[in-house]
């Protein structure tokens, strides 16, 4: 059944997967290109300070690039599903548990190739670099933190796409009512309780997801690979 | 109009402005005009004299409506809570004594003496109803005034942050001599306050983002450059620090002054010339073939000129770095180090520490590397349990995908 699923969801995503390995190999060594030898310098360790501020600079490609290639695995996992009105899972002798669960489990497995493209990226560069004392490069515990990402923005969007368009349309729907009326609201309860003049809704609600224990806080973490 | 006109009107100009250019005196130099100037000076005596007591006049009466209004409003008491006087209203004495006896107790305990903090008053309120509360003119008013939203953690930040302010008071102030004001040359040095709340993780990565040779030595385990990149055998010109304020100031405000076999310590050829270029081409007193001179030709010796005349040259670590020692000798002195730390002003940054922690700088300097080594932060160091709360994010939306209704069967 897994092998299955997983062999069906490969020849749906297998095209999209190979830009998606690419980039995630390639940007690693995107981002440390030209660093550790400025100016061709024969003193590789001149600036830590440089290295640091310039590669935090376009830390936030990493989370990006794992969201983005995390929608497009959930979303590819449901479509033949979609497209055919489930009349194939349906004659299978399985439960709906044991369907999701295999489906989810070969997302996971097609999600580890641009994981491991970034792991192998992230050496690469790495070794390319010689860095100042007190620098050290991170690339198992990045590449470990882009696959959580990749799971997680995957597993957030397969549960939206296994879900009819009414689910979709109402939590979308929800997300939408909670940005217009956390900022018009807001002001509007501070009249009442001045509990809200200091606490912003919406603010608080996005802390709340991305700061542990939210859902989202793997995004916000550290994502550097060159750090103290 | 008549064409007569241009010709009368240019004639009656000239007639009237010839009066004026004769009474005009012979152009006076800026030397001449200071000297006349300065000789009419003791005419705005009285003058001034007269504004001071208006304004002593307004000031007092701002403080009788103070003072009344403050009376009028709430009944407060004082508390000594170390060498803390807090002045709050009578409703809120039991969370006062608390917040700022912990607070004390924790970060301050060793503080023995502090002529700042006896001095100042320290008003704490945490109400939504916020009452004007007095305090006697000439006294530095500390103000902890929040409103009940602010939860307990910040109130004890802000109430850290407060005590920490005024005791800095007692190693910035000035002292006299004949009358005159002289700088103090610890603070100038450490540029930040070092009883402020520290992470000792921060203070080593700044020393590890620091552009200087010298700093990457020290982070390699030579405590001799941690003390070379310290700079605290560097005399430091009186000002406070700013490029911007050169024009005005002259760059060498707040800056070191040292010579070239100094700079190739601290700075690699390549951080010479890296420094000039963050200076910019049209940094003060830089032309152009100077700027040309130490960039494209690497002349080491117009570099270090440039350095010295645009205000580019700086004690490698930065103000974190350099109070971080200070604190670090508060911590090796134990009681009593604060005081003997700003006791006599006349010390110098190495006398004055060495007195604090009752040990010698190269000890200290010693002691401090070892423990910024030790505070290297951990860069992802929370991923495993960020990790485990991941996967059951994860299992969360499996299981959400898993209830869908499209399936009825199952």
Redesign the interface.
């Known amino acids: 059944m897994y092998k299955a699923l997983l062999f069906l969801h490969w020849k749906q995503v297998r095209f999209a997967l190979v830009p998606a390995v690419i980039a995630s190999f390639g940007l690693p060594l995107l981002l440390v290109s030209g660093m550790g030898s400025p100016?061709g310098?024969p003193?590789a360790?001149?600036?830590?300070?440089?290295i640091?501020?310039e590669l935090n600079d376009f830390l936030y490609l990493f989370p990006a690039l794992a969201a983005g290639i995390g929608a497009v695995l959930a979303l590819s996992a449901w479509n033949w599903d979609h497209q055919f009105n489930?009349v194939y899972?349906?004659s299978l002798p399985?439960?709906?548990?044991e369907?999701?669960?295999n489906k989810?489990l070969a997302g996971f497995t097609l999600a580890l190739i641009p994981a491991a493209g970034l792991w192998l990226g992230a050496h690469v560069a790495s070794l390319s670099v010689s860095l100042?004392?007190?620098?050290?490069t991170?690339p198992n515990?990045?590449a470990?933190?882009y696959l959580?990402a990749l799971?997680?923005m995957y597993?957030?969007l397969?549960?939206f796409a296994?879900?009819?368009k009414a689910?979709t349309v109402k939590v979308l729907s929800g997300v939408v009512g909670l940005v217009v009326l956390g900022t018009l609201g807001n002001e509007l309860l501070a009249g009442f309780f001045?509990?809200f003049?200091?606490?912003h809704v919406l603010e608080a609600v996005m802390r709340t997801l991305v700061e542990?224990?939210g859902?989202f806080?793997?995004f916000t973490?550290?994502w550097?690979l060159i750090?103290? | 109009m008549s064409r007569r006109f241009w010709p009368v009107l240019a004639l009656g100009l000239f007639a009237t402005a010839a009066p004026v250019r004769a009474q005009m005196p012979e152009e006076e130099s800026v030397q001449e005009r200071m000297t006349r100037l300065w000789s009419h000076i003791d005419s705005l005596a009285p003058l001034v004299e007269e504004a001071k007591a208006a304004r002593d006049a307004r000031n007092a009466r701002v403080e009788d409506v103070r003072r009344i209004v403050a009376a009028e409003s709430a009944a407060v008491d004082t508390l000594a809570i170390g060498l803390l006087t807090v002045i709050t209203p009578v409703g809120q004495v039991e969370v006062a004594r608390d917040i700022f006896s912990e607070v004390w107790t924790e970060h301050f305990a060793d503080i023995d003496r502090s002529p700042a903090a006896s001095d100042a008053r320290f008003v704490f309120q945490w109400s939504d109803e916020l009452h004007p509360i007095y305090v006697e003119p000439g006294r530095y008013r500390a103000g902890i005034e929040q409103s009940e939203t602010v939860d307990r953690d910040k109130i004890v930040q802000m109430v850290r942050d407060a005590i920490s302010t005024v005791l800095y008071y007692d190693l910035t102030n000035p002292y006299t001599v004949d009358g005159v004001p002289q700088p103090r040359s610890l603070p100038m040095w450490t540029g930040n306050n070092p009883l402020a709340d520290r992470d000792w993780a921060d203070t080593y990565r700044s020393a590890a983002l620091t552009r200087s040779i010298a700093a990457r030595d020290c982070l390699a385990g030579d405590a001799a450059a941690c003390a070379s990149a310290m700079g605290l055998d560097v005399e430091i010109a009186e000002g406070d620090p700013g490029v911007w304020l050169a024009p005005v100031f002259g760059p060498e405000r707040g800056l070191p002054r040292v010579g070239a076999d100094r700079i190739a310590t601290w700075y690699s050829p390549a951080e010479r010339r890296e420094r000039v270029r963050a200076l910019g081409a049209t940094a003060w007193k830089i032309d152009d073939r100077q700027w040309e001179s130490c960039l494209q030709d690497a002349d080491q010796a117009m570099c270090d000129s440039v350095l010295r005349l645009a205000g580019g040259l700086a004690i490698p670590f930065d103000g974190e770095v350099r109070s971080s020692l200070v604190a670090y000798a508060l911590e090796r002195g134990g009681y009593g180090a604060w005081s003997r730390l700003t006791l006599d002003p006349t010390h110098t940054p190495t006398e004055a520490l060495e007195y604090a922690s009752g040990v010698a700088v190269d000890d200290l300097v010693d002691g401090w590397m070892e423990r910024v080594l030790e505070a290297r932060p951990v860069s992802y160091g929370s991923l495993v349990p960020h990790g485990a709360l991941t996967l059951l994010w994860i299992a969360f939306f499996g299981a959400l995908a898993a209830r869908s209704t499209r399936w009825r069967l199952g």
């Open positions: 100016n310098s003193t360790s001149l600036q830590a300070y440089q640091v501020s489930h899972a349906l399985v439960t709906r548990f369907y999701v669960l989810l100042p004392v007190g620098l050290r991170y515990q990045l470990v933190r959580f799971f997680l597993g957030l397969f549960a296994s879900g009819t689910t001045p509990y003049a200091d606490t542990a224990p859902p806080q793997v973490g550290n550097a750090d103290v």
